[in-house]
């Protein structure tokens, strides 16, 4: 009876602790997620109302508008994201790249170079929903049949992340100088025009100068500024509605709607331009999944934003239903009672910096994944916390952000153009969430496709109708997000492109395993003492830099280990699953072959030191494969055996180390400790060949080496206290980083594009860009660049 009672108390408390804790999350997604979100209605009216239609006696406009607000923040954020977009995650991450990964995952469209049968033994690349026979749908065949919708799949991919990185320079520019605004109310229209846009773009300058600290500094002021400023506008609007107009409630029904279009006709459907501004930040619920999750995201929109919004809209629809003739022109401040203007002025601005601190912070999240993934330059990407996971700066696209920011807020000078470019840069990412989101459920989901259809007919439909109000405004302001697009699609695209056919240069000359092993002294050819780390992006092979290396200078180092980093679909790799290793060539040869695997969102370079972790790993594989060739039975298997260490066909996962070397390891004396077996993981073995996984548990006895009589041979044992005496003496004497310097050319006879594209465009950026030496944070006096030149 006391047992049970236990349990009851235990899984009460643990209840309370888990609802607790989301209760927690969920406070903290204010500041990060929806401080975007919810300095939108300092803008949506005064936009709406900018020009196409006006502020009548009859209220039909202000009840329409403010359906339409309803209506849309009702379907898009609630309906879609908050309940369906947000289960479409990929291992708890969201935003594009994470429903790229995720169909690709599942259907053979990913044009990622190098990829291996051994990457889908990932945790993380787990199916949630395994395929099945009868899940084999015509979509699914079509796709992959079709080559050119796997480059289409990407171009919509890369669409819509151009156009986050161009909302990343449009939002801190509308939100910040619409709060900044507020300051017309208080003085004249000569000293408000040349009053506010320098102090906008003072603030602008300060918020990016301040992004290298990091988020993570003032991140704990974020949640605390979101919230008061949603109980500022929630509390304003319900006294607006009680004070004004308490019918404005029936401003919620959808026949406003169309008695508003009815009216204004083609005007009120350009007006809807400004309307779509109300979900602007929508999209950062999704983007932002991985920091937070489902739970908090859902209870914190649902029960707090959302209805905080909804109350301002309706505050400032019941405050103008009775001001027609108003002094100033349509906006959040003259709905705000004058003995507070200036504390809301102030919450305001607060407010602006926070949703524009969210929305640079995602601009670097997105950048970082698209370099992962190849398509995009190499940029330098600084880590500014330790403890928070994807907080990031990078430099170039901050300076380059903050110019960009200030250049549009003094060019366009009010919230209309700044708004027409906003909103069509957030439809257009809406648009796109909308399309991968209905490949997901009918590939990864398995349901049928009419679901797909219908989501995709349903929300595609009420985003299409937007997206065309916003490209009636082409010339107001909407040609900036089109032109930004544009811009870095061609870079991406031809960055990209030109990765990939690298990489088919590579595998079509790569040397043979064979050439390696024939080299030595009859050639002329010596073994220098240290480790010599081949970078390259092959899997197997020797590539050809590493030929032409030797070619020009015969010598390369005693221990010699290939290194390939790759990224594969997922968003992250465990530490314990990210190296593979295994052997080039006999044992005798010393040579390696290590494969460093990233997920999209990891942190590359994530240990002090990269040279200490892979000789570390070689260590750990060189005592897995002592002991697993000890562990034959008979001489006709160890035959087998060193058979199979002779080639580069098996590589073993060398995750949480299940050897050790004491810490008083010498070259001169190598002595060698286990751990006991509790400790130990399962290495696992894959065939590239063919897709079957073989795992494979070893446990060695503590006494194994006390006992003379014990199994392991004193042949076996000398030869791995040797190689490993080899690896420790090779890393005393130095270790070199050998990179390719490469050149790209088209091949004679290619069209005047790609000429272009390559000759010019992908050297001119290669030239200019961090290279894979700063990537790799290679020690210059370490580094050995070999010349190549590609032709493709």
Known sequence: MDLNLGKCCGSRSSKKESWRSVLLLAYQSLGVVYGDLSISPLYVFKSTFAEDIQHSETNEEIYGVMSFVFWTLTLVPLLKYVFIVLRADDNGEGGTFALYSLICRHVKVSLLPNRQVSDEALSTYKL????????????????????????????????????VIGDGLLTPAISVFSAVSGLELNMSKEHHQYAVIPITCFILVCLFSLQHFGTHRVGFVFAPIVLTWLLCISGIGLYNIIQWNPQIYKALSPTYMFMFLRKTRVSGWMSLGGILLCITGAEAMFADLGHFNYAAIQIAFTFLVYPALILAYMGQAAYLSRHHHSAHAIGFYVSVPKCLHWPVLAVAILASVVGSQAIISGTFSIINQSQSLGCFPRVKVIHTSDKMHGQIYIPEINWMLMILCIAVTIGFRDVKHLGNASGLAVMAVMLVTTCLTSLVIVLCWHKPPILALAFLLFFGSIELLYFSASLTKFREGAWLPILLSLFFMIIMFVWHYTTIKKYEFDLQNKVSLEWLLALGPSLGITRVPGIGLVFTDLTSGIPANFSRFVTNLPAFHRVLVFVCVKSVPVPFVP???????GRVGPVDHRSYRCIVRYGYRDVHQDVDSFETELVSKLADFIRYDWHKRTQQEDDAARSVQSNESSSESRLAVIGTVAYEIEDNLQPESVSIGFSTVESMEDVIEMAEAAPTIRRVRFAVPDDSYEDEGSSASAEAEAELRSELRDLLAAQEAGTAFILGHSHVKAKQGSSVMKRLAVNFGYNFLRRNCRGPDVALKVPPVSLLEVGMVYVV
């Open 128 to 163: 949630e929903h395994p395929p099945e026979k009868k899940h084999d749908s015509c979509v699914k065949r079509y796709l992959e049949k079709h080559k050119w919708l796997h480059t289409a799949l990407l171009l919509l991919v890369l669409l819509g992340t151009c156009m």
């Open 575 to 581: 530490p314990a699953e990210r190296y593979l290793v």
